[in-house]
């Protein structure tokens, strides 16, 4: 399905070289900030507590922020938890308090916004709960860019194995450095956006590398850098269409899904904003810095193409 065909391809290489730079400087910008601000990570990572309370009617997630936010927490997440009337927050570690003494202030002064609210459960989440968290994310994350690298160079060649490992990269560093600048909460639910993100971003990779090993078994006389524009330009209707609804979707989460979904969403976001730009210009210009050629993708008969003896010559096997 296409929306459009544009007849006359896109010269996106001709550009490479400036974009790519433009992408050097944010990369090193998201890195600094990492280095200097670090991540602000949840009480998942850090360690606090965990209550659980529950009210007669439909809570009031809005009221209950404003009291949490009263005694001094910031940025705690705030949700329902099973149904409307339960609602689940994590509280941070707060120097000279316990849990329980955390706990039992929260509970006064939600009893003094709304009698009828009972705790039903508190949990303290330890520090080495939330180290054990950060490192298993960290193994996950380290597994997923190992396959995708193993996945693109069993499928094409150790070329787009490495550039496409470089442009997710680019995609998470910059999402990370988004998080570290504006310090916002880095949760489990965020690490799970980042994951996707690097998910979609290497599809859409594939989708074009698909097209360039395509383009080079059809069009012989076109060099690579014709053939990656040829190919970007072929899957701009594609790209529209995917990550548009991809988008919208993402974009009403963000917009009216509250403050649970809020980072979730806003990883998100930024990820496929510049998973679409990573894919055309840092992976495509990569994958021809490091020369990729028709003979990494396209194998050809033992004999020369144009020997008369050769009743194949010049065709493709």
């Known amino acids: 399905m296409e929306l459009f065909r544009i007849k006359k391809d896109i010269p996106f290489m001709r550009h490479a070289l400036v974009l790519n730079a ?30 659980e309370v529950a009210y007669e009617q439909p809570a009031d997630l809005e009221s209950v922020r404003k009291v949490v936010t009263q005694l001094g927490y910031a940025d705690v997440p705030v949700q329902n938890f099973g149904t409307s009337r339960d609602v ?28 009828a609210v009972s705790l039903r459960r508190t949990e303290f989440v330890g520090p080495q709960v939330g180290k054990e968290l950060l490192a298993d994310g960290l193994k996950a994350l380290a597994f997923v860019i190992a ?6 160079a069993v499928r094409f060649e150790w070329k787009y194995a490495v550039s496409g490992i470089i442009a997710n990269l680019h995609d998470i560093i910059i999402i990370l450095g988004f998080f570290a600048f504006f310090q916002w909460e ?5 690490l799970a956006a980042v994951l996707a993100v690097l998910g979609y971003s290497v599809n859409e990779s594939v989708v074009i590398f698909d097209r360039i090993r395509e383009t080079f078994r059809r ?7 014709q053939v990656i524009d040829h190919a970007i330009t072929s899957t701009i209707s594609r790209t ?48 021809m ?7 990494d993708l396209v194998k050809t008969s033992g004999k020369k193409a144009g020997d008369p003896d050769d009743p194949h010559s010049g065709a493709v096997v």
């Open 88 to 115: 689940l927050m994590r509280l941070p570690v707060l120097q000279g308090q316990s849990s329980g003494q955390q706990s039992e202030a929260m509970m006064a002064a939600l009893k003094a916004q709304n009698p």
């Open 219 to 225: 069009q012989r006389k076109m060099d690579p850098v």
């Open 240 to 287: 529209i269409i995917t990550h548009g609804s991809t988008q919208i979707m993402v974009l009403s989460m963000l917009l009216f899904g509250g403050q649970t979904l809020h980072h979730f969403a806003l990883a998100l976001t930024i990820g496929i904003l510049f998973g679409i730009y990573s894919s055309v210009f840092v992976a495509a210009a990569i994958a």
């Open 289 to 295: 810095w490091l020369g990729i050629k028709r003979e």
């Open 22 to 51: 433009v992408s050097l400087i944010t990369f090193l910008a998201a890195v600094f900030f990492l280095f200097s601000r670090g991540l602000n990570l949840s009480v998942e990572f850090t360690g606090g507590t965990v209550m």
């Open 186 to 190: 880095f949760s489990l639910a965020v």
């Open 147 to 152: 396959g995708i690298m193993l996945y693109l």
